[in-house]
């Protein structure tokens, strides 16, 4: 069996069945063959193995040779290639934040750290697993014959006429959603904490100076704390939202809306079931009265702030013009 | 284009590579073949087989439907190059 044998073969075995593998090989062994007869009329003498050996390198790798007669020569060509990664980032963003969310909040109810380490390695590994499920399912879909000129995978039906107005709805920056997240999701914990097992040293140092002034707080605290966690965790899953879609800015804003009205209640509710420290008499109670009216003055500013960009929003949609970005 | 011009007249590969080479256009053949492949699927042009020079050799010739595309890109790169003449002469 000669070199060009040998060669032909490699090529044969790296065309898929499919292909008129015989036919392939037949026409390349020619072309290389006239190559070398080319080359041999004009030295005027036969080649040698090393010369023969270069031709064929010349023509290139078997595998890349036959790579070139197959239909679809990428993984993932330019088409899916966009909704490939937002599918990927949007699918990872979604279960590492449910995996990381569950973790700490399991960890701090059953007051064993371990477990949010173990949510860390199960996220990780999850990040392995969406990378190649999501891989797979795109290549098939770039192999799959194409259903009226659209792979499986990309939107054929969009309206160019439901496309967003210019700057109505502009993308939030992700560092901005992604520290709004990690601060309320920090903030998440410290509540959940504050509520039993105090692991957290904020936690302990409040329960030891009210320890310490030989004070306690009063369930009148119960519907300000249930309104915080629930503003705080609306907030967070927003910006989990907004972070994989930078374009829902209006959902962000709502959510920063729903989020201070709903602690608003939740504190006027606790003003009014005073008094919230006891003993009941002293300037603890006064501090707290302090705190809960500065933190509704703020809210309130907070919430205005949002219904505002919400309806400049809605306005400069409706107009078509563009706007700058409400606020970080 | 440039292979649809050259494959008026019947051809096989290797001659083919040398002909466009001659003209200036040099094509490789892990471009040329998979090229001549696909134009055959889309019914532009034949193969056959035949012995020449005791070797067996595909020959390929144009097809009416490839005669027709090869005149519609002809037009189309003369309307092209007479734009970008205009263009570069007013620049």
Same mark, same amino acid.
């Given at each position: 069996?000669?070199?060009?044998?040998?060669?032909?073969?490699?090529?044969?075995?790296?065309?898929?069945?499919?292909?008129?593998?015989?036919?392939?090989?037949?026409?390349?062994?020619?072309?290389?063959?006239?190559?070398?007869?080319?080359?041999?009329?004009?030295?005027?003498?036969?080649?040698?193995?090393?010369?023969?050996?270069?031709?064929?390198?010349?023509?290139?790798?078997?595998?890349?040779?036959?790579?070139?007669?197959?239909?679809?020569?990428?993984?993932?060509?330019?088409?899916?290639?966009?909704?490939?990664?937002?599918?990927?980032?949007?699918?990872?963003?979604?279960?590492?934040?449910?995996?990381?969310?569950?973790?700490?909040?399991?960890?701090?109810?059953?007051?064993?750290?371990?477990?949010?380490?173990?949510?860390?390695?199960?996220?990780?590994?999850?990040?392995?697993?969406?990378?190649?499920?999501?891989?797979?399912?795109?290549?098939?879909?770039?192999?799959?014959?194409?259903?009226?000129?659209?792979?499986?995978?990309?939107?054929?039906?969009?309206?160019?006429?439901?496309?967003?107005?210019?700057?109505?709805?502009?993308?939030?920056?992700?560092?901005?959603?992604?520290?709004?997240?990690?601060?309320?999701?920090?903030?998440?914990?410290?509540?959940?904490?504050?509520?039993?097992?105090?692991?957290?040293?904020?936690?302990?140092?409040?329960?030891?100076?009210?320890?310490?002034?030989?004070?306690?707080?009063?369930?009148?605290?119960?519907?300000?704390?249930?309104?915080?966690?629930?503003?705080?965790?609306?907030?967070?899953?927003?910006?989990?939202?907004?972070?994989?879609?930078?374009?829902?800015?209006?959902?962000?804003?709502?959510?920063? *809306? !729903?989020?201070? +009205?709903? #602690? =608003?209640? /939740? $504190?006027?509710? @606790?003003?009014?079931?005073?008094?919230?420290?006891?003993? %009941?008499?002293?300037?603890?109670?006064?501090?707290?009265?302090? *705190? !809960?009216?500065? +933190?509704? #003055? =703020?809210? /309130? $500013?907070?919430? @205005?702030?949002?219904?505002?960009?919400?309806?400049?929003? %809605?306005?400069?949609?409706?107009?078509?013009?563009?706007?700058?970005?409400?606020?970080? | 284009?440039?292979?649809?011009?050259?494959?008026?007249?019947?051809?096989?590969?290797?001659?083919?590579?040398?002909?466009?080479?001659?003209?200036?256009?040099?094509?490789?053949?892990?471009?040329?073949?998979?090229?001549?492949?696909?134009?055959?699927?889309?019914?532009?042009?034949?193969?056959?087989?035949?012995?020449?020079?005791?070797?067996?050799?595909?020959?390929?010739?144009?097809?009416?439907?490839?005669?027709?595309?090869?005149?519609?890109?002809?037009?189309?790169?003369?309307?092209?190059?007479?734009?970008?003449?205009?263009?570069?002469?007013?620049?």
């Amino acid at each position: 069996m000669t070199m060009l044998d040998r060669y032909l073969y490699a090529v044969q075995s790296s065309l898929s069945k499919d292909q008129a593998a015989g036919d392939i090989v037949a026409e390349i062994g020619d072309d290389l063959q006239s190559q070398m007869e080319e080359r041999e009329v004009a030295l005027g003498r036969a080649l040698t193995d090393d010369e023969r050996a270069a031709l064929i390198k010349a023509y290139g790798h078997p595998r890349v040779v036959a790579a070139r007669y197959s239909s679809v020569q990428h993984l993932i060509g330019p088409e899916l290639l966009p909704f490939y990664w937002s599918t990927l980032r949007l699918v990872a963003t979604i279960v590492v934040a449910i995996e990381l969310i569950g973790g700490a909040v399991s960890s701090l109810v059953s007051h064993n750290g371990a477990l949010f380490f173990g949510a860390l390695a199960a996220a990780w590994n999850s990040l392995i697993w969406i990378f190649g499920i999501v891989t797979v399912v795109f290549a098939l879909s770039e192999r799959v014959p194409q259903r009226d000129g659209h792979h499986f995978g990309t939107p054929s039906r969009w309206d160019p006429r439901r496309l967003p107005a210019p700057g109505a709805c502009p993308p939030a920056p992700r560092s901005s959603t992604l520290a709004e997240f990690i601060a309320n999701f920090i903030a998440l914990l410290v509540l959940l904490d504050a509520a039993g097992p105090h692991h957290i040293p904020l936690d302990i140092l409040l329960a030891n100076a009210l320890a310490d002034m030989h004070a306690t707080l009063t369930p009148a605290w119960h519907a300000a704390y249930i309104g915080t966690v629930a503003g705080t965790a609306l907030v967070a899953i927003s910006a989990i939202a907004v972070f994989v879609q930078p374009h829902l800015t209006a959902l962000r804003e709502t959510a920063r *809306a !729903l989020a201070g +009205a709903v #602690v =608003i209640v /939740g $504190i006027a509710f @606790t003003l009014q079931a005073g008094p919230w420290v006891q003993p %009941a008499d002293g300037a603890l109670n006064a501090g707290a009265l302090y *705190a !809960l009216v500065a +933190a509704l #003055v =703020i809210l /309130g $500013i907070q919430v @205005t702030m949002s219904v505002r960009a919400l309806l400049r929003n %809605a306005i400069n949609q409706a107009a078509g013009t563009p706007q700058e970005i409400p606020r970080a | 284009m440039a292979v649809l011009s050259q494959l008026r007249s019947e051809r096989y590969g290797y001659t083919l590579r040398k002909a466009l080479q001659e003209a200036g256009l040099d094509i490789d053949e892990g471009t040329l073949y998979p090229l001549l492949r696909r134009l055959e699927t889309q019914g532009l042009l034949r193969s056959e087989w035949r012995e020449e020079n005791k070797r067996r050799k595909r020959f390929y010739r144009l097809l009416p439907a490839g005669e027709q595309i090869f005149e519609q890109l002809s037009d189309e790169l003369r309307r092209i190059n007479a734009s970008l003449d205009r263009i570069i002469a007013e620049a």
